[in-house]
Each structure stands twice: as structure tokens, then as C-alpha cells.
């Protein structure tokens, strides 16, 4: 490596976006990319290629977070570290989503202010309030949803966190992004996973001309987004060092019904589906206002049933057998 390479830090590398950012960022061989996660997806991540570093570092241990911050020089930072998980597991156990997100997130937010690192901080759908349409600014106008409650917070602290910074020390090399619900091939498909990919993992091990169980009546819905488009916002955002707070969304309504359909069709199975209704809907409806996306130049453009069929071809060759 004769030239200075750029320098990026990449949290959660091992997760569901952190893999597509850590391959994507090496295309430009400019870039040498630090990921780090408290565990290796060392089928996705690019080990053989020598602009890329893997450590296992836990976000929320701040003297290893500082030691990292002062070995390297880091010309940006993007922090995909998130906690995962399904509304039940939210509701049960609601300290695995703010402990460690509140810890580590104010963690990298120090060491970025102090190093001078620009941050593209990943925030969630979670954060806003039931409505027809999300819109950026409405979000502290509100409290969250009682659905969202303890995932919101998580979000949301570590967002007034840096506002609290721009306020105080006048700092603005950062950007909040937003996605809808994620989906893509390096989703969680074991305990806990969210809908897509809990729909997937059920339609795949679902014999042919059979019957497969979904919660709720089918008519809720959401704005999905798949996790190449959310990858290649943040690295756009990251060059161009925008200091933005923006929603990351296709803007567009799909129903619980939709999409298990999409799942379907993409598996080729001739499969019937029963509604519980005795299970929770969730909220009504989830829809991201695209405006300020379209603005900052940055459309969505995976097509849904593309990513679904992508995503269920990916789990069914690869990781169906290795999850029970």
C-alpha cells in the first residue's frame, strides 16, 4: 500500500448492514476499512482483501473504543452497530436494546467529536411516532410508539446526543440517517429475527401445498428497504460529508400480505397462509416520507420483490441448513 489511504471505521460489521458497507467502501481502492463487531461473519467479510482489518472489539467498552480512536486516524466512521430483534423481545427485554446501544453509540460520538472523524450515524424507523407518513422533523414533537418503545429510545438518545454536540461545540460532521425495516441476505433468520426475515426462514422450511401461520390479519404495513440501498446511501453521505438528518425509505405501502406473498413467490411453493389474529398487528401503517431523500440524492432503487426473491434465494442456498 504505497499511497495514504482513507481511513473508515465500520461498526457491526458482522450485521446486516455492516457487511454490504465493508465490501462496497473496498471497491474504491483508496479506502482501508476497520471493521469491528463482537463477532466475525467470516463468510461475508472481505478477510482476503489486505485494505480491510476485522477486530473484535464490543462498542460498549470504552477504553478499548479510545485505544482504537487513537491508533488510527479515522477520516470517517460508520456507525451500523444496532440491536436487532422482534417487538416480543423488545417488550421482554428491553435493557438488551438500551444498555448496550446508549453505552457504545455515546462511545463512538465521543471519540468522532475529538478526533475530528466525520459520523454517519444509522438511526431506525423506530424512532417516530404512529402517523400516516414519517417526517423527519416531527419526531420530537412526539413520543414513540408503545410498539417501539424501549428500540425508539435507544435510537433517539444517542440522536439528541448529537444535536447536544452541535449545540455545545458548534459540531456538524455528522449526519442522522433513518431506514425503514431492512431487509437483505445477511439479515438474523434465528431467534428474535424481524418479519421478512422470520417470514423466509417459515416459508423455506415449509413443506410444498401446505399451510404456514402468520401473525396479525395480513393488512398492517410497511416501508421496507433492502440493505444494499441503505449501504450505498451511507457511503455517499460519508464522501460528501453531509450534515443531514434524512429517512432512508422506498416510500412505498406494502402490507404484511404483500409481502409474505412476495416470499411465496419467490420460493416457487404453492402455499396457503392462516392469519392469527389472536396475535398482535403492530401498528397500523409505516410509511417513510422520501422528500428529503429524493433532495440529498438519494432514491431508492431496488424494486421489493427483487431484494425479497435476492434474499430468500441467498437464505436458502446458504444458511437454511445451518439454523434450526
Known amino acids: 500500500m504505497g499511497s495514504i489511504l482513507k481511513k473508515i471505521l465500520v461498526t457491526g460489521c458482522s450485521g446486516l448492514v455492516g457487511t454490504k458497507l465493508c465490501n462496497q467502501l473496498l471497491l474504491d481502492k483508496d479506502n482501508l476499512v476497520i471493521g469491528i463487531d463482537i463477532k466475525l461473519n467470516d463468510k461475508r467479510l472481505p478477510l482476503d482483501n489486505e485494505n480491510f482489518v476485522y477486530q473484535k472489539i464490543d462498542i460498549t467498552d470504552k477504553d478499548k473504543i479510545n485505544a482504537l480512536f487513537e491508533l ?47 459520523l454517519v450515524f444509522l438511526s431506525s424507523v423506530g424512532v417516530y411516532a404512529p402517523a400516516e407518513v414519517f417526517v423527519e422533523d416531527t419526531v420530537w414533537k ?84 433492502f440493505a444494499d440501498e441503505v449501504s450505498n446511501s451511507c457511503i455517499k453521505v460519508l464522501n460528501n460529508k453531509q450534515n443531514i438528518t434524512c429517512n432512508l425509505g422506498s416510500g412505498e405501502d406494502i402490507s404484511i400480505e404483500k409481502m409474505v406473498l412476495g416470499v411465496i413467490t419467490a420460493s416457487g411453493k404453492n402455499l396457503k397462509i392462516k392469519y392469527d389474529t389472536t396475535k398482535p398487528n403492530g401498528d397500523k401503517k409505516r410509511k417513510m416520507s422520501i422528500d428529503k431523500q429524493f433532495e440529498y440524492g438519494l432514491k431508492n432503487e431496488t424494486n421489493f420483490q427483487h431484494g425479497l426473491t435476492q434474499t430468500y434465494k441467498h437464505y436458502y442456498n446458504n444458511i437454511k441448513n445451518e439454523i434450526i
Not at 456507525?79 to 448496550?100: V, Y
Not at 431506514?179 to 413443506?207: L, Q, R, Y
Open 72 to 118: 488510527h486516524d479515522f477520516d470517517g466512521v460508520i456507525n451500523a452497530f444496532g440491536i436487532k430483534g422482534s417487538p416480543i423481545r423488545a417488550k421482554e427485554k428491553p435493557l438488551d436494546f438500551l444498555t448496550p446501544s446508549i453505552k457504545g453509540n455515546i462511545n463512538i460520538i465521543e471519540n468522532c467529536h475529538k478526533h475530528n472523524s466525520f
Open 142 to 225: 412526539t413520543l414513540p410508539s408503545e410498539h417501539d418503545w424501549f428500540p425508539s429510545w435507544s435510537k433517539r438518545i444517542p440522536e439528541i446526543y448529537l444535536e447536544a454536540y452541535k449545540i455545545q461545540h458548534n459540531w456538524k460532521d455528522f449526519a442522522i440517517l433513518r431506514p425503514a425495516n431492512i431487509f437483505g441476505e445477511d439479515d438474523n433468520f434465528g431467534e428474535g429475527s424481524t418479519v421478512i426475515a422470520a417470514t423466509i426462514k417459515k416459508v423455506a422450511n415449509a413443506d410444498d401445498n401446505t399451510e404456514i401461520v402468520v401473525w396479525g390479519d395480513g393488512t398492517p404495513t410497511r416501508d421496507f428497504i
